[in-house]
């Protein structure tokens, strides 16, 4: 935990822990898939944001944060986080 990717990436997968754990109960409308590609979404984009840092490269901040906003977009359509379930 010595980046802010990692401090990123931590905080997202851990509102998909707690997303996951709240719609666990009751009727299932996600699929454990979706859970499953936005967590790689997370590693991934660790993963080259601390590449990008080791190397200091500009291409690799740019794919990480890419992919970074392209995992919250998955996540924001794919599992909408924030639908009301009146």
């Not at 490269?57 to 359509?77: E, K, M, N, P």
Request: proline fraction near 1%.
């Amino acid at each position: 935990m010595e980046t802010a990717y990692d401090w990123l990436t931590i905080l997202v997968f851990a509102g998909l822990i707690v997303l996951f754990l709240q719609r666990s109960q009751g009727e299932a409308k996600d699929h454990l898939w979706q859970y499953l590609v936005a967590a790689v979404g997370c590693a991934v984009t660790n993963y080259f944001g601390n590449e990008a840092i080791k190397a200091d490269d500009t291409s690799y901040h740019a794919l990480a944060i890419g992919l970074g906003i392209g995992t919250l977009a998955f996540i924001w359509y794919a599992l909408r986080p924030f639908e009301r379930n009146d």
